[in-house]
């Protein structure tokens, strides 16, 4: 089974900390995004990446940046945390035609 | 706009009931995706379809591809089955969701 793991399952940030929310896919797939999950708004897309040092925005990428310096992780970086990012980020991974596959999810708080 | 779109929002069924959750969605698309998310859980693929019906255990999922709509159904629900139904179709380059029916059955 594909495994993708995210670094924290839980986080409580200050106000203006940089953060970093990493995630790792162990199947050698192609595609990795990173999503937030709010009540009432669904999953909504930060960034995505096809292919290592390659990036994409998202729906929502205002505030955030991404790395992917290797296939196998995808890094979601806060570079200077607000109380609006207070959400549950989840991390997937997927080959280039489908077989989408979720990590557990991070929430994260910022205080 | 919502290029997916699921129904209901809200489920309560009693323990047995047959459950079905429906999808329909606007974009052309590869793949749609049924996923199951339990209460501060993580997100689990439950089907990728393409055409056609697919059944695993007592769940069963099914397209429509012309009516661009798909379906989920539980049947012989059971109080384990309660979690967030994601609907999620893939348009080649992109994924979009829908925002989930929360499903609770009772004992």
């Known amino acids: 089974d594909v495994k993708v793991t995210q670094s924290s399952r839980y986080l409580v940030k200050r106000t203006g900390e940089k953060v970093f929310l990493e995630c790792v896919q162990d199947?050698?797939?192609?595609?990795m995004f990173w999503y937030r999950q709010d009540p009432g708004l669904g999953l909504r897309l930060i960034y995505f990446?096809?292919?290592?040092?390659?990036?994409e925005k998202g729906d929502i990428p205002e505030g955030y940046s991404v790395s992917r310096e290797k296939k196998e992780r995808f890094s979601l970086i806060l570079e200077s945390a607000s109380t609006n990012q207070t959400s549950m980020y989840l991390c997937?991974?997927?080959?280039?035609?489908?077989?989408?596959?979720f990590g557990s999810g991070t929430r994260l708080t910022v205080v | 706009k919502n290029e997916v779109e699921q129904s209901p929002q809200n489920l309560t069924a009693q323990e047995g009931e047959f459950i079905t959750i429906n999808c329909s969605y606007s974009?052309?698309?590869?793949?749609l995706h049924w996923l199951q998310q339990h209460p501060g859980g993580g997100i689990v693929s439950l089907f990728m379809?393409?055409?056609g019906k697919k059944k695993h255990g007592r769940l069963i999922a099914t397209i429509n591809i012309q009516e661009k709509h798909s379906s989920l159904h539980i049947t012989a629900s059971h109080p384990r089955d309660s979690a967030v139904y994601i609907c999620?179709?893939?348009?080649?380059?992109?994924?979009?969701f829908g925002t989930g029916t929360s499903l609770t059955v009772i004992p």
């Open positions: 199947m050698d797939h192609e595609n």
């Open positions: 379809l393409s055409s």
């Open positions: 999620a179709v893939f348009t080649g380059n992109q994924f979009y």
């Open positions: 997937a991974s997927s080959l280039r035609i489908g077989g989408y596959t």
């Open positions: 974009v052309g698309i590869s793949a």
């Open positions: 990446s096809y292919d290592v040092k390659m990036k």
